[in-house]
């Protein structure tokens, strides 16, 4: 099963909408989840099962989908919220396929 | 707190062997499947291996089958490197699935270890 993120980098000012999309070469149903990583950190799970906030996530991140289409939307971008996002599946074997990832930068 | 640390990373030489290690806190550690994920210098994540609660089920990516072999005992688990080669060069991260099997997100990872291969 192959992963595809899109775009490879998005550029968006402080407080304004973005919209990662994801797309799986299978159906996958829902389970996909999100990951934030900030420059030096280790990955951090934002969304599961496609649509559910990991405890501690803020609102202003919602995802969607099911099957082979999802999107991760960050509904007014933070400071905090600059780094890169993984898309992972773990509904097919091999069961931890991530997506390349997509860069949020500061325009 | 729940907490995940890794160990066992370093400078090798090509065709040499590893073995990291990854040790479990804060949470009941048998209940879980834990997955090594790595992260090249500069690139993406690359998940590695998984094995689930009970080592029942146990899963390679291609890249490292036949030269990797994941275990568990009490409240570690480990990943043996056989026959290292430059492309294995990365950032090793342990994460604990959200569940029993392989097929969970992972929700909470270690800092990572650095294996870098190298003549």
Do not use: H
């Not at chain 1, 909408?17 to 990583?37: P, V």
């Not at chain 1, 202003?60 to 898309?87: A, H, K, N, P």
């Not at chain 2, 959200?98 to 003549?119: A, I, K, M, N, R």
Request: glycine share 12%; hydrophobic share 30%.
């Amino acid at each position: 099963i192959v992963v595809t993120q899109s775009p490879a980098t998005l550029s968006v000012s402080p407080g304004e909408r973005a919209t990662l999309s994801c797309r799986a070469s299978q159906s996958i149903a829902s389970n996909l989840a999100w990951y934030q990583q900030r420059p030096g950190q280790a990955p951090r799970l934002l969304i599961s099962g496609a649509s559910t906030r990991a405890t501690g996530t803020p609102d202003r991140f919602s995802g969607s989908g099911y099957g082979t289409e999802f999107t991760l939307t960050i509904s007014s971008l933070q400071s905090e919220d600059f780094g890169v996002y993984y898309c992972q599946q773990y509904n097919k074997w091999p069961p931890g396929t991530f997506g390349q990832g997509t860069k949020v930068e500061i325009k | 707190e729940v907490q995940l640390v890794e160990s066992g990373g370093g400078l090798v030489r090509p065709g040499r062997s590893l073995r990291l290690s990854c040790e479990g806190s804060g949470f009941n550690f048998d209940e879980y499947a834990i997955q090594w994920v790595r992260q090249p210098p500069g690139k993406g994540l690359e998940w590695v291996s998984g094995i689930d609660w009970n080592s029942r089920s146990i899963a390679y990516a291609d890249s490292v089958k036949g030269r990797f072999n994941i275990s568990r005992d009490n409240a570690r688990v480990y990943l043996q490197m056989n026959g290292l080669r430059s492309e294995d060069t990365a950032l090793y991260y342990c994460a604990k699935t959200t569940g029993l099997s392989l097929y969970y997100s992972l929700d909470v990872w270690g800092q990572g270890t650095t294996v870098t291969v190298s003549s």
